[in-house]
């Protein structure tokens, strides 16, 4: 019994050219002539050779999606389904590659020889943008040790300042107090002979992060990072379980972890003919 009628598609599948090397003639215009793919690469020649699956997807869908399984009949008959379904995941999969073969020799090929061109420019700027990120953080380092040496000969003119202004303050108030005048009078004349004191703002030139030429710029950027200083002191949220060896480790026969629950999982298994 054939519920998704598989074997017609296997009785009438189209051929698929063999996939023989041959070289892939690009056009002389790029991108190709009237917008259209080349032939051997146009997406729409290459579906149409899997429409006859296509056709079957909603008759699969509305079989699948009504049977229930309520004996050992509907069980045999939802596993026919089952397996006729891999079947066609099998198919559909071997028509891809044979359908992508070359071309995917031919990008494979691309992609290997340009590789091996990016790498090599890689291998040469890489060092120099070091170096370029060494001065450049270098000078990003002296400026802001500069405004911050300003800062405190600000701060240092300041106190000076300050300091001399009391110094007048107290000697203006102790004169006008021998003169006759109470605390509070003394106190106010000297306050209004000594003009307040206006803090300094160190004055920087304004820090130039973009460095232009002809060929480009270049700007240094901050970006936040991190660095492991002790695992032990990581909190648990930014922990993750080892999956990998987790599964090693229940398949080589490991039944308790703490933590961890082990179990069997059951799963159906299919074998199609």
Known sequence: MNPFSYDALLEDEPAVEPAV?????????????????????DPEAARLKFSEF??????????????????????????????????????VDVRRKAIIEVPDGFVSSVNTFCRKISNDIKAIITPLDARVNAF????????????????????????????EAAAERARIEAEAMANGASKEEAAAEAQAAVDPIIP??????????????????????????????????????????DTKKLNQAVKAGVRE???????????TNYRTK
């Open 54 to 91: 296509q056709a079957q997807i909603a008759t699969m869908k509305a079989q699948a999606g009504a049977h229930q399984i309520t004996d050992q009949a509907s069980l045999n008959l939802g596993i026919e389904m089952v397996a006729q379904g891999k079947k066609m995941l099998k198919a």
């Open 200 to 241: 300094v703002v160190p004055v920087t030139a304004p820090a130039s992060t973009v460095t232009r030429t002809a060929e480009g710029t270049a700007h240094l950027r901050k970006d936040w990072a991190w660095e492991e200083v002790d695992f032990n002191l990581v909190p648990r949220e930014y922990l993750m379980l």
């Open 257 to 267: 972890i703490p933590g961890i629950r082990i179990f069997e999982k059951p799963k």
């Open 21 to 41: 090397e041959r070289p892939v003639v690009l056009p002389a215009d790029n991108p190709p002539a009237a917008g259209r793919p080349w032939a051997m690469l």
């Open 136 to 163: 450049m953080v270098e000078q990003d380092r002296l400026r802001r040790e500069a405004e911050r040496k300003a800062r405190e000969e600000a701060e240092a003119e300041r106190r000076r300042l300050e300091d």
